[in-house]
């Protein structure tokens, strides 16, 4: 198991996979490494769901730490294609939140759960001794909707255009500058161009509007490990090659400096927000105008082929395991 972040492949595959409890033949799309949501088959529908932390940072103000969790937590569902409807949620705070900074992260789930259609069915809310930032609990979301309209993470296919939105090193730049600002030996116009990335950390319009606009074989959102994780993921999954380069893809304002900044490869960096997915030829164009109308960058960088692996221009490229945020968010968090 990594020290810090997720389990890579050789930890899922020996202590995860082979203890998944009943098979049941409802389970259209189970757990694997990489993979963001799992699928029940109900007759004519089908239920995408995802299970992830959540994370509330006071630091961030608890408005802004409440849309982030919020939004990462629909994340995982919405690159079914399906449209996020129903949220359980477990709350295991920290002794020390008050009732009215509580109030103020239930009040912007609310609010974005408003904003998307979801329905909150169930949850738990305590406060624990021993619970501690930034960790505070956990949520499934849900997406019941017609199987024809689900997107598989699996279902990349020779021949489409592998497509990205908002570039690298979203969250990396707008999270970590935002959180540590104090500490960022930058100019200022670049501190709030990085900053202004914030509110870039969710993938969810991105997914739904794609999905709407054309045929999406596959999608996957580039949490940790950034653009380049994604794309061996997805590649991995649908048992194709990517022909990618990093030319066209769409860099937003302040990324680059942050991430020299903190030293770490933009490309590998989690970037909560920025969606890769893979389309068919003939929606190529047609997805790329949705996303434009709905103010989404986004660009075509490469290709799906038969084969296996990641190739950037040309340079067969392997998962990075290791997201490099991490260990500065760790750096920097010692220092507040």
Same mark, same amino acid.
């Given at each position: 198991?990594?020290?810090?972040?997720?389990?890579?492949?050789?930890?899922?595959?020996?202590?995860?996979?082979?203890?998944?409890?009943?098979?049941?033949?409802?389970?259209? *799309?189970?757990?694997?490494?990489?993979?963001?949501?799992?699928?029940?088959?109900?007759?004519?529908?089908?239920?995408?769901?995802?299970? =992830?932390?959540? &994370?509330?940072?006071?630091?961030?103000?608890?408005?802004?730490?409440? #849309?982030?969790?919020?939004?990462?937590?629909? &994340?995982?569902?919405?690159?079914?294609?399906?449209?996020?409807?129903?949220?359980?949620?477990?709350?295991?705070?920290?002794?020390?939140?008050?009732?009215e900074e509580f109030a103020t992260v239930w009040?912007?789930?609310d609010r974005e759960a408003k904003k998307l259609?979801?329905?909150?069915?169930?949850?738990?809310?305590?406060?624990? &001794?021993?619970?501690?930032?930034? #960790?505070?609990?956990?949520?499934?979301?849900?997406?019941?909707?017609?199987?024809?309209?689900?997107?598989?993470?699996?279902?990349?296919?020779?021949? =489409?255009?592998?497509?990205?939105?908002?570039?690298?090193?979203?969250?990396?730049?707008?999270? *970590?500058?935002?959180?540590?600002?104090?500490?960022?030996?930058?100019?200022?116009?670049?501190?709030?161009?990085?900053?202004?990335?914030?509110? =870039?950390?969710?993938?969810?319009?991105?997914?739904?509007?794609?999905?709407?606009?054309?045929?999406?074989?596959?999608?996957?959102?580039?949490?940790?490990?950034?653009?380049?994780?994604?794309?061996?993921?997805?590649?991995?999954?649908?048992?194709?090659?990517?022909?990618?380069?990093?030319? =066209?893809?769409?860099? *937003?304002?302040?990324?680059?400096?942050?991430?020299?900044?903190?030293?770490?490869?933009?490309?590998?960096?989690?970037?909560?927000?920025?969606?890769?997915?893979?389309?068919?030829?003939? &929606?190529?164009?047609?997805?790329?105008?949705? *996303?434009?109308?709905?103010?989404?960058?986004?660009?075509?960088?490469?290709?799906?082929?038969?084969?296996?692996?990641?190739?950037?221009?040309?340079?067969?490229?392997?998962?990075?395991?290791?997201?490099?945020?991490?260990?500065?968010?760790?750096?920097?968090?010692?220092?507040?």
């Open positions: 198991m990594t020290d810090l972040g997720k389990i890579d492949r050789d930890f899922f595959d020996e202590h995860v996979y082979p203890y998944l409890g009943a098979e049941r033949d409802d389970e259209l *799309l189970g757990p694997r490494h990489g993979v963001d949501f799992g699928v029940i088959e109900l007759d004519e529908q089908v239920v995408a769901l995802a299970t =992830d932390p959540i &994370s509330i940072l006071p630091e961030l103000g608890f408005e802004r730490a409440g #849309w982030f969790a919020f939004h990462v937590v629909m &994340s995982d569902v919405a690159v079914s294609g399906l449209k996020p409807t129903h949220l359980a949620v477990d709350f295991n705070l920290p002794p020390e939140i008050t009732d009040k912007t789930f259609g979801v329905s909150v069915v169930t949850g738990h809310t305590a406060r624990y &001794s021993g619970c501690q930032y930034p #960790w505070v609990g956990g949520a499934t979301t849900l997406a019941v909707g017609k199987k024809e309209n689900l997107v598989r993470p699996d279902g990349a296919k020779p021949g =489409d255009s592998v497509l990205v939105t908002k570039g690298p090193g979203v969250e990396t730049a707008g999270f *970590l500058v935002t959180l540590f600002e104090e500490h960022i030996d930058l100019p200022e116009e670049t501190i709030e161009q990085a900053k202004e990335r914030f509110y =870039d950390m969710s993938p969810v319009e991105d997914a739904l509007v794609a999905a709407d606009a054309g045929n999406v074989t596959a999608m996957h959102d580039a949490t940790e490990c950034g653009i380049h994780g994604a794309l061996v993921e997805m590649a991995r999954a649908g048992n194709v090659r990517f022909d990618v380069s990093h030319e =066209d893809v769409p860099i *937003l304002p302040g990324v680059l400096e942050a991430c020299d900044f903190f030293e770490v490869n933009p490309w590998e960096s989690t970037t909560e927000g920025t969606l890769v997915l893979t389309v068919a030829p003939k &929606s190529t164009e047609a997805v790329l105008s949705a *996303l434009s109308d709905a103010g989404i960058p986004a660009a075509e960088m490469g290709t799906v082929r038969e084969g296996d692996g990641v190739y950037v221009d040309g340079s067969r490229i392997e998962h990075p395991d290791v997201d490099p945020s991490w260990q500065v968010f760790a750096e920097y968090a010692d220092r507040e």
